[in-house]
């Protein structure tokens, strides 16, 4: 079973930025896209970005013009960069990929205070 793992979250201060790293185990065929999901506390999970495998990306309103989502097919890992954080953007990040099944990772924490 190819499994997904989240890395490069951690405790930034606002106004920092953070890379995050999607990185599966093994090979998986026909990915038509993948996704930065976030879970706030005491909020409801929601969808940071998305890239399509022809190219297209999209953002949530709030983090537009701030995260880059972006993929390397060789090293079979997707990436959010984030800059300028902001404390409302403390969550769990939580990457998924869609192909003829969705794939999920565990999950990375990332939180922004001073």
């Known amino acids: 079973q190819v499994q997904l793992v989240e890395s490069g979250g951690g405790l930034v201060q606002p106004g920092g930025s953070l890379r995050l790293s999607c990185t599966a185990s093994?090979?998986?065929?026909?990915?038509?896209?993948m996704e930065w999901y976030r879970q706030g506390p005491g909020k409801q999970r929601e969808l940071v970005a998305r890239?399509?495998?022809?190219?297209?990306?999209n953002y949530a309103d709030s983090v537009r013009g701030r995260f880059t989502i972006s993929r390397d097919n060789a090293k079979n890992t997707l990436y959010l960069q984030m800059d300028n954080l902001k404390t409302e953007d403390t969550a769990v990040y939580c990457c998924r990929w869609s192909a003829y099944s969705d794939y999920w990772g565990q999950g990375t924490q990332v939180t922004v205070s001073s």
């Open positions: 093994g090979s998986i065929l026909n990915i038509f896209k």
């Open positions: 890239i399509f495998s022809y190219g297209r990306t």
